[in-house]
């Protein structure tokens, strides 16, 4: 035979003691191994005072043990016993003292009511997501309903809890019994039928304000009919506020998160839909006092006004002197008032005839011709004094045109000298020795020959006292 190879690394790694080699176990089974569920029959069931829970889980081939902690299982509702089907959901493991493999139970329930919870938690996710469990879409309930449908069984114990209450509490609430299954195949299709028939509101049900949906307690299977989804989504299309009590306290069903209000018990929403009758007869009693009240002031407020209407009457004849009295004196202001109209428009008439003979044409064509006459004076004075300022202008001007002349200066002994060709001589360097010059003067002319040239300036000035002329010849 050949020798036995020991696996690789075996022979050089250190002993491992039970306790260790158990303590990886139980780490490679929690690390690499996810939650799982596992359906089988509880037996060697242990409840020790710890509050923990041992057992077995077995099929006809094989078993596991399990363990339930205290923390765990304190959420279960039900009992679980030996020979009990159940589904669990676990975490695998080892207990280390024994070196068992074994499962960490975190829930446990029956195999039949396991697969009704997955079902109406899936159902239940569905429809929130879509918002048929959301509050803004909740309808109010009336403060006083005055007339109840109730759909559940009429043989039922939730009937007669509501019918109780109601009777208690406000006995002329009116209730109709809408009779259906709770329970069974055909129970969800008998609770559409009956929601739908109601909001139809005809016959019987004509002036229904609320419809209660209701059933007494039971298991997940009983109640089950009202966790149905056609079910859910005709109370969420109602027109009437509906209420749902199915069950006990602690039972939940989807017609309860979509209904507009769930009571945990039928009774306790006969309540929430009744107002007590003691609370309404105190009301009414109130009420009536107020009204007694209001009436009483009401009438003492007419006996005061009568009493004063009573002291304002008087006797018809004496009203009746007063009124013909009144229609002297109106006649009087009539007669007043036609006088001073009359002198008004007389007055009215005589300035009107006055202006009328101021306007006549014969006196408008005479005052036209004195405003003629009259224009025609301002305007022969206008251009007479025109005609003397303009005779004084021209003097004026001509004595000033005059002053500047060249014959002015001529006739005050001056004169203009040219050459042979008519050009005004301003210097005795514009001439020769024997030229002949024009001399020009006031009356006259002189035609000289130029004999000799001086070179000489001469300057003609005014003598300060006698203003008489002076020349200078300045060489």
């Known amino acids: ?7 690789l690394g075996v022979s050089d790694s250190p002993a491992l003691s039970v306790t260790q080699l158990n303590r990886l176990a139980r780490q490679l089974l929690e690390e690499h191994f996810p939650a799982v569920l596992v359906e089988g029959e509880i037996s060697n069931l242990a409840l020790p005072g710890s509050g923990h829970w ?3 889980l077995k099929d006809a081939g094989a078993q596991v043990r399990c363990a339930m902690f205290r923390n765990r299982n304190m959420f279960v509702r039900l009992r679980p016993r030996d020979g009990m089907q159940v589904l669990v959901k676990a975490r695998l493991s080892l207990y280390e003292g024994r070196g068992d493999y074994q499962l960490i139970v975190e829930s446990l329930e029956e195999t039949g009511a396991g697969a009704l919870r997955r079902a109406f938690e899936l159902l239940k ?6 918002g048929l469990f959301a509050p803004e879409r909740k309808r109010p309930l009336p403060s006083l309903p005055r007339h109840i449908a109730v759909i559940t069984s009429p043989t039922g114990a939730a009937i007669r809890d509501v019918l109780s209450v ?6 002329a609430t009116l209730v109709t019994i809408v009779p259906v299954q709770v329970q069974g195949q055909s129970s969800a299709a008998e609770l559409t039928a009956a929601l739908e028939r109601v909001n139809r509101q005809q016959g019987c049900l004509a002036d ?18 009202f966790n149905d989804e056609t079910l859910a989504r005709a109370i969420a299309a109602s027109r009437l506020p509906v209420v749902s009590a199915v069950g006990h306290e602690v039972d939940f069903s989807i017609a309860d998160f979509v209904a507009d209000l769930r009571a945990p018990t039928p009774s306790a929403a006969a309540e929430l839909l009744s107002p007590h009758q003691d609370d309404y007869r105190q009301l009414l009693r ?3 006092a107020r009204l007694r009240t209001l009436c009483n002031a009401k009438l003492a407020q007419a ?7 009573g002291r304002h009457l008087r006797h018809p004849g004496r009203r009746l002197q007063q009124q013909a009295q009144r229609l002297d004196e109106l006649e009087l202001r009539l007669r007043r008032a036609l006088l001073a109209r009359h002198g008004v428009l007389q007055r009215r008439l ?3 005839l006055l202006r009328h003979g101021q306007q006549a044409p014969a006196q408008r064509i005479a005052r036209q011709q004195e405003n003629l006459r009259q224009s025609l004076q301002r305007l022969r004075r206008a251009m007479l004094h025109r005609l003397r300022y303009g005779r004084q202008q021209v003097a004026a001007q001509s004595q000033a045109l005059h002053s500047v002349s060249p014959l002015g200066t001529l006739a005050r002994g001056y004169s203009i000298t040219r050459d042979d060709k008519g050009a005004v001589l301003r210097s005795q360097q514009q001439v020769t020795d024997g030229a002949t010059i024009e001399t020009q003067l006031a009356q006259g002319k002189l035609f000289s020959q130029v004999l000799r040239r001086e070179p000489y300036s001469v300057f003609c000035g005014y003598h300060a006292s006698t203003r008489a002329r002076i020349f200078f010849i300045i060489p």
Do not use: C, N
């Not at 035979?1 to 696996?7: D, V």
């Not at 996710?125 to 879509?130: D, I, N």
């Open 1 to 7: 035979m050949p020798a036995f190879t020991p696996p």
């Open 54 to 56: 041992y057992f077995t």
């Open 125 to 130: 996710q569905k429809l929130q997501q879509e």
């Open 166 to 171: 109601l009777r208690r509490r406000f006995p």
């Open 208 to 225: 229904v304000d609320v419809i209660l949906l209701t059933r007494g307690g039971g298991s997940l299977e009983d109640l089950w009919s």
């Open 286 to 288: 109130t009420w009536q």
């Open 303 to 309: 006996q005061r006004q009568l009493a004063a209407l």
């Open 350 to 352: 005589q300035l009107a």
